[in-house]
């Protein structure tokens, strides 16, 4: 019996060759773009699970109530607070992440410019790590000591053999290597391939205080492991205890610590540098389930549309006995061989796609991956349920014609309803078309705005480079050497870029009489030339010198939005007034008020913010090129010119520079990666509903060609024609625009939510939608149309 469903279901297929072609494409590409997308959901889902004690790994995060803002990094007091202040804590492990140091081979010419983190020995009993070789148990205790991977053993020393041998920091700290780790998997949050032990801090860093509550840094973050059967819902009211005991009763208000588990912290702001965007899988797995079910629906829309050729086989084999279900087994099975069909279709289109998509989302995914058990699994899965939407109810359908009604000449569907399911399902996809369009549009304007927006500042012909030693008359040598090229405007040392992703942060305090006001505020420590090289406009008060820096009498640049935490208005009034670090008797003369600039990316709205000169955390010179578009000729050779000029001062390091605008497109990404996505997915979801309007095109033409004849005959033209068999069709299309365009005026608002500064959304960008959409309709009818028209009535004709 099935060898036969199977034998009928070919000769079917071979009998339509045109249909089945469509069908097969469609189903391809549907369950293509759902292998794809759950191969990258499966990847960035499964982060950090392998660890043994997972389920109780936490990380101590921080909250600005107020702004309701969290923050991964917290004070590096925190660390001897949890020590005291949390017995419910088995382990407390604080890393701090370090980027631009030169790490060398004494010896050797091998140099390199790396980032590392410091991390105790506590961390290979907090995470699970396999050891090549070296002593779990007390690899990172000892000061200036280092701990590699595998593959960074090699890198240094061609050979994991490499215990007691030396690497050295910055030219001037020898690290013995006292152990060497399996290189860490794709899927971790913590992919530090040196790690250097923690007591090395008060060398290497001696600027850095381990007991501060004041000013704290996204690099700095601290990992508890939990004691068995600790709830970190139950620890409130400890976090609550540690505010006010290091921060004051009245910090309460706007500052709360509290414990984010293992399984999330991919999903934010880790020390991978990379994270899991939550809302683009959601949008990804959604987006793939509407190209599947727009596949479905063609394959629903073509199988009805034919009951009229298949009327005649259903009603002769229910007057040989055959039953309604073995009919529906019948046409299931043929469902079941378009989507087997499709669906190896559809792994050959996966494999080529690939690459692409992983490049895209910046994701390691391999060939590999699609050949795997649980994919095979998904795949299984996948194809079931494909035959079930695409098959279940044609095959009901077709099966419940009456015999009577079936045998019939010149048969016609018995029922004409005044909105079939095929016109919905024609409908639905253009609907899901439009919304894709639209969104595409929507999303490539903010990103645009993005580009182009003014952020208080100017990004353009800026190169920064990272300063490996800020003492003075190293840095005045520097200034000396840059600014004797042509090519260069200005130059500007300081703690980071006028915006940055990673930034200082610093409570300050404004009294006025016995009132307080706390301002979370962010602090830039630069040079007197920062506001120059960045063109940050003064409003009112003076420059910055660099001989600032007296504690008796610091000096502070403050901007708008400080300003006006402080209850002031008018710039000038600002002028000489004191804020006071923290709930301290240190305090700063306001001498400057600078116009508002952006400070992060535009997802946030502008900080308090102050600019104060701070040579000891100058880490970045910021290099202003001569004008404003400078030559590709002009751009080499500045940078020769400070490549040279930096290596006479820094000689034995690694050089390396980037372009500001580009470092700052970095803060876009997702959205960039998400505008990719929606484009190649809408362009699947066009391809996909045009050829099911191609076959159903085609199907009416066939089914309407005596009725074409007749018309030529009697003097109907050939544009005649074609407006009489596409007018149906844009009816449908015309219908889905108007359904279409509230529902993705609503989404792209929900999404442009995610921004403090965003587009407004436009009319003309649903009315484009739609126009581009019915030309897209019209020229996949009118091919078919047009063909139709053309044929000579004779033959169209010549059985009557």
């Known amino acids: 019996m099935i060898r036969n469903y199977v034998k009928n279901a070919f000769r079917n297929l071979t009998k339509s060759k045109g249909y089945s072609f469509i069908n097969i494409t469609g189903l391809a590409v549907g369950m293509a773009c759902a292998v794809l997308i759950f191969l990258v959901v499966r990847h960035e889902t499964s982060y950090d699970r392998f660890h043994t004690n997972g389920n109780r790994i936490y990380r101590v995060e921080g909250e600005n109530i107020k702004e309701k803002h969290t923050y991964p990094g917290t004070y590096t007091g925190m660390t001897n607070a949890l020590h005291t202040d949390l017995p419910e804590a088995e382990l407390v492990v604080p890393i701090l992440q370090t980027r631009g140091s030169t790490l060398a081979v004494p010896n050797s010419d091998k140099r ?226 378009l989507t087997f069909l499709g669906a190896l279709t559809a792994i050959l289109l996966a494999q080529i796609s690939l690459p692409a998509v992983a490049t895209t989302l910046a994701i390691p995914l391999t060939y590999s991956d699609i050949f795997t058990w649980q994919t095979a699994l998904f795949a299984s899965g996948l194809l079931v349920l494909t035959t079930l939407l695409a098959g279940v109810y044609p095959a009901l359908r077709l099966s419940g014609m009456a015999p009577i009604w079936a045998l019939k000449n010149n048969v016609s569907l018995p029922h004409k309803q005044w909105f079939s399911l095929r016109q919905g399902l024609v409908v639905v996809q253009f609907m899901v078309s439009l919304i894709l369009i639209s969104s595409a549009f929507l999303i490539n304007q903010q990103l645009d705005f993005f580009r182009n927006a003014d952020l208080g500042f100017d990004k353009s012909a800026l190169i920064t480079v990272s300063i490996p030693d800020n003492k003075p008359e190293k840095l005045q040598a520097l200034r000396n050497q840059l600014i004797e090229s042509p090519q260069i405007k200005d130059v500007s040392f300081s703690f980071n870029s006028a915006s940055a992703e990673s930034n200082w942060m610093q409570g300050m305090q404004y009294r006025k009489g016995v009132e307080t006001t706390d301002i979370k505020t962010q602090m830039k420590m630069a040079d007197s030339h920062y506001m120059a090289t960045y063109g940050i406009q003064l409003l009112a008060g003076e420059k910055l010198k660099d001989t600032d820096t007296s504690s008796a009498s610091f000096k502070i640049i403050a901007n708008e939005v400080f300003i006006n935490r402080m209850g002031i208005s008018r710039p000038r009034e600002a002028i000489g007034q004191r804020v006071y670090y923290g709930d301290g008797q240190e305090f700063a003369t306001i001498v400057g008020v600078t116009k508002n600039f952006n400070v992060n990316s535009l997802h946030q709205k502008i900080d308090p913010t102050v600019i104060q000169v701070v040579p000891n955390n100058y880490y970045q010179a910021s290099i202003k090129l001569q004008g404003e578009k400078p030559t590709a000729g002009t751009v080499q050779a500045a940078l020769a010119h400070i490549e040279k000029a930096w290596t006479a001062t820094f000689p034995n390091q690694v050089f390396d520079y980037s372009f500001l605008d580009q470092a700052l497109a970095q803060a876009y990404q997702s959205e960039t990666r998400m505008a990719k996505l929606i484009e190649a997915s809408t362009f699947l979801a066009i391809l996909i509903a045009c050829l099911g309007l191609f076959g159903l095109a085609t199907f009416t033409a066939e089914q309407r060609t005596k009725e074409i004849g007749v018309r030529k005959v009697v003097g109907a033209s050939v544009s005649g024609i074609v407006i009489l068999l596409a007018k149906d069709f844009l009816k449908l299309v015309l219908l889905a625009i108007i359904i279409a365009s509230p529902i993705a005026w609503y989404a792209m608002s929900q999404w442009l939510q995610n921004f403090e500064f965003k587009v407004e959304i436009q009319w003309w960008v649903f009315a484009l939608t739609g126009l581009l959409t019915a030309g897209i309709a019209l020229l996949t009818v009118s091919f078919q149309s047009i063909r139709a028209a053309l044929v000579n009535p004779v033959k169209s004709l010549r059985t009557e």
Do not use: M
């Open 112 to 337: 390199f410019k790396e980032t590392f983190v410091f991390a105790g020995n506590e961390l290979f009993h907090l995470l699970d790590y396999n050891w090549v070789t070296g002593d779990s148990r007390t690899a990172l205790s000892q000061p200036n000591t280092v701990v590699l991977t595998r593959a960074y053993a090699e890198k240094y020393f061609g050979t994991t053999d490499v215990l007691s041998k030396t690497v050295q920091l910055d030219n001037k700290q020898d690290l013995l290597v006292v152990g060497v780790l399996e290189d860490y998997p794709a899927t971790t949050s913590f992919p530090f391939d040196i790690l250097v032990s923690f007591p090395t801090i008060k060398s290497a860093k001696p600027d850095i205080d381990l007991n501060r509550w004041n000013g704290w840094s996204d690099n700095f973050q601290v990992f508890v492991l939990l004691k068995n059967g600790i709830n970190p819902a139950q620890l409130t009211r400890r976090f609550q205890h540690i505010v006010v005991k290091y921060l004051g009763k009245e910090a309460l208000a706007d500052k709360r610590f509290f414990l984010n588990s293992l399984s999330q912290i991919h999903y934010g702001s880790n020390l991978g540098g990379r994270s899991a965007n939550i809302p683009l899988l959601k949008t990804l797995s959604f987006i793939s389930l509407l190209v599947l079910l727009i596949a479905c629906f063609n394959f629903i829309n073509l199988s009805t549309a034919q009951a009229f050729k298949r009327a005649r086989e259903v009603g002769i084999r229910k007057a040989i006995g055959s039953t309604r279900l073995s009919l529906v087994y019948q046409f299931l099975t043929e469902a079941g061989l």
